[in-house]
């Protein structure tokens, strides 16, 4: 079998369980799990900021951040094929009671001034814009990477309008081994982060927020209100740590076998291959005799999984459990597929 639905599903190396199963442990939400704190501290520098703080998912890292910085009832805006949006199942409203107003899909070719335009300021006639979130790479955007003076123009936007930046970097491992960017240059340009250790890095559970340390403080409060704060949370913290520390120039593999994917599949119309910068191949089948499900099925039908994400839109990943011969594989099943 090879599983190309998504990033998600690599199972802990041998040495990542090793470490998991050595970590020192206590009880986290007494603040006493050592490796809970290396790994907070470890990230936050790497980011250039003060303090991060250890969430179960990616998604509730997200919303954590996203109550930090808008109040109930003013507004957030993000793009509509965000994450923030699109699959955290409407959190910012159940659980942050915030407003969200979206730009069109653009996946990562931002417009600065299209969202310039959007803000509203302060006032009671209009709900008021207090955060801009992106998404570092884009998820539906097909893994695209936001070039880092877009990401530059955009803080002068959030800037002059008094509003606060968020990235939901939960791959931005990706973009920072694609484009070259230290994680420092983009860590220092946000208010917030979220960041996941289980999306290409390979650990099995864990996200972080990271900021400032009086934001990081309060998003402790936040995380335990939500029903997040964990206990001997440091075998977890630990698959974490030896995901940061091992996994992430290896992305660069995961990247180039996304390209030798997206290169076999480009004669037949379905991919753009110079568009795929990072580990995710997005399928666009609307000039294919195939629709989505059918190609999902047929694939299946030879052990290949992909992600079928719409009637006409399907999506390849690669991730630290591919090799080559699983791209070898997942090539000639595919191709075969679309010359019949
Ligand atoms: C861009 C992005 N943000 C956030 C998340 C949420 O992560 P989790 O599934 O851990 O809640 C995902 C999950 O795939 C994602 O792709």
Request: with cysteine; charged share 20%; glycine share 10%.
């Amino acid at each position: 079998m090879v599983d190309l639905r998504s990033d998600t599903v690599t199972k802990p190396t041998p040495a990542m369980r090793a470490a998991m199963a050595q970590a020192e442990v206590g009880d986290d939400v007494y603040g006493e799990d050592p490796t809970v704190a290396v790994l907070e501290a470890e990230v936050a520098a790497l980011f250039g900021h003060e303090a991060a703080l250890f969430a179960p998912t990616g998604s509730m890292a997200n919303q954590i951040a996203l109550q930090l910085l808008v109040s109930p009832a003013d507004e957030l805006l993000c793009d509509a094929d965000a994450h923030v949006v699109t699959y955290e199942i409407g959190a910012a409203a159940a659980y942050g009671g915030i407003s969200s107003r979206t730009w069109p899909a653009v996946g990562a070719e931002i417009d600065p001034e299209v969202v310039a335009g959007m803000i509203r300021p302060d006032g009671y006639f209009a709900v008021p814009t207090r955060a801009i979130a992106v998404e570092q790479t884009h998820n539906r955007g097909g893994g695209g990477v936001i070039p880092l003076p877009t990401l530059r123009e955009l803080r002068g936007v959030a800037d002059d309008a008094g509003v606060a930046l968020h990235c939901d970097g939960a791959r931005i491992w990706h973009a920072h081994v694609a484009d070259g960017v230290p994680l420092r240059d983009y860590g220092t340009l946000f208010d917030t982060l979220s960041v996941c250790l289980s999306k290409g890095l390979g650990a099995p559970v864990g996200s972080l927020v990271v900021g400032s340390a009086e934001k990081i403080e309060r998003a402790r409060w936040i995380r335990k209100r939500m029903g997040g704060g964990m206990r001997q949370v440091g075998i977890l913290a630990a698959g974490g740590l030896h995901a940061l520390r091992h996994h992430i120039e290896r992305l660069a593999d995961d990247h180039a076998r996304a390209s030798r994917l997206a290169e076999a599949l480009a004669p037949f119309g379905v991919v753009d291959a110079a568009r795929v910068r990072t580990n995710i191949v997005p399928l666009d089948l609307t000039k294919s005799a195939l629709d989505a499900p059918a190609l999902g099925a047929a694939a299946r039908a030879e052990g290949v999984f992909v992600s079928v994400l719409g009637p006409r839109t399907a999506r390849l990943v690669t991730h630290l459990d591919l090799d080559d011969a699983g791209v070898d594989r997942a090539t000639e099943v595919l191709t075969t597929i679309f010359r019949r």
